[in-house]
């Protein structure tokens, strides 16, 4: 059985930073991209930022330059840094995870999320 264990969300007033960080368990084989993505009240859910296996990085326009995702390999954990948090960063942040289990299915697989708030 797989999870996704989300953490780091929170309240914190503009122009402040939250590291968020997601952990994938369970019988993985091979974790290739994961990202994040976030829905605020009323949108969409949209990317903020993906990592593939190897490292490459993209973000969202609105995100660049503020944002960083990383991931920790051998820990099957991904980061989102989160720097000058603006009020339209608010939103539920899902963690995404796409990966080969050791019976050779591949999933594509969603966090439960955790909420952002940024006070103005």
């Known amino acids: 059985q797989v999870q996704l264990v989300e953490s780091g969300g929170g309240l914190v007033q503009a122009g402040g930073s939250l590291r968020l960080s997601c952990g994938v368990s369970g019988s993985i084989a091979r974790l290739n991209a994961m990202g994040w993505y976030r829905q605020a009240p009323g949108k969409q859910r949209e990317l903020a930022a993906v990592?593939?296996?190897?490292?490459?990085?993209n973000y969202a326009d609105s995100v660049k330059g503020r944002f960083t995702i990383s991931r920790d390999n051998a820990k099957n954990t991904v980061y989102l840094q989160m720097n000058s948090l603006i009020p339209e960063d608010t939103a539920v942040y899902y963690c995404n995870a796409d990966f080969f289990l050791v019976t050779g299915v591949r999933y594509d697989y969603w966090g439960r999320g955790t909420q952002v708030t940024v006070s103005s």
């Open positions: 990592i593939t296996s190897g490292g490459s990085q």
